[in-house]
């Protein structure tokens, strides 16, 4: 009978790293870097400059670490906030621009937050509310916006993951984020 590994602990290791246990943040570097890097290279667009994203990233996620209350969301999704905030702001800086979705997206996680480390309270409500909107969609919009936000694939992976039209899943991204706007409100 195959053993499954137990489900990896992002809220725990999040709790070690700020007690500074340098292998927890190893630990969600292996965990996650490789969806993390997918997300920062949509944004930004560039390899060199999204594995540069990522980096900084985990700098902030190593000196932020204190401040994740699980209370507020999942450890998980805290460290791809960290991470899209990061690419956004880099793509702020070097004047690019973003696809209107993008900027959706942006608006959800971000439009009543303060940009510095002592919001990080307001950035786990904003973070929660946004878990239990998704929660609200039908599963196929939902898998689409988790599809190309999280795992930062294009709307014809989308179409061929979820073996659907490519006309049919930009309709769901597209209804998707129109229910998650008004719902986050």
Not at 42 to 53: G, K, N, S
Request: with cysteine.
């Amino acid at each position: 009978m195959p053993s499954h590994a137990a489900p990896y602990d992002y809220d725990a290791a999040l709790r070690a790293c700020a007690r500074g246990e340098q292998q927890a943040l190893h630990g969600l570097y292996q965990q996650e870097s490789r969806y993390l890097l997918g997300v920062a290279l949509r944004i930004v667009r560039q390899r060199a400059l999204a594995e540069d994203v990522l980096h900084d990233a985990f700098l902030s996620i190593w000196r932020r670490a204190g401040s994740f209350d699980a209370t507020r969301g999942s450890g998980k999704g805290w460290i791809y906030v960290v991470v899209r905030h990061q690419a956004l702001n880099v793509a702020r800086a070097r004047a690019h621009e973003l696809s209107a979705d993008e900027d959706t997206v942006e608006t959800l996680l971000h439009e009543r937050q303060a940009h510095d480390v002592g919001d990080a309270y307001a950035e786990q409500a904003d973070m929660g509310k946004l878990h239990d909107c998704l929660g609200h969609l039908d599963e196929p919009k939902r898998n689409s916006i988790l599809y190309a936000y999280v795992d930062g694939c294009s709307h014809s992976e989308i179409a061929q993951r979820l073996q659907a039209p490519l006309g049919t899943v930009k309709a769901w991204v597209k209804r998707g984020l129109a229910a998650l706007r008004e719902c986050m409100g």
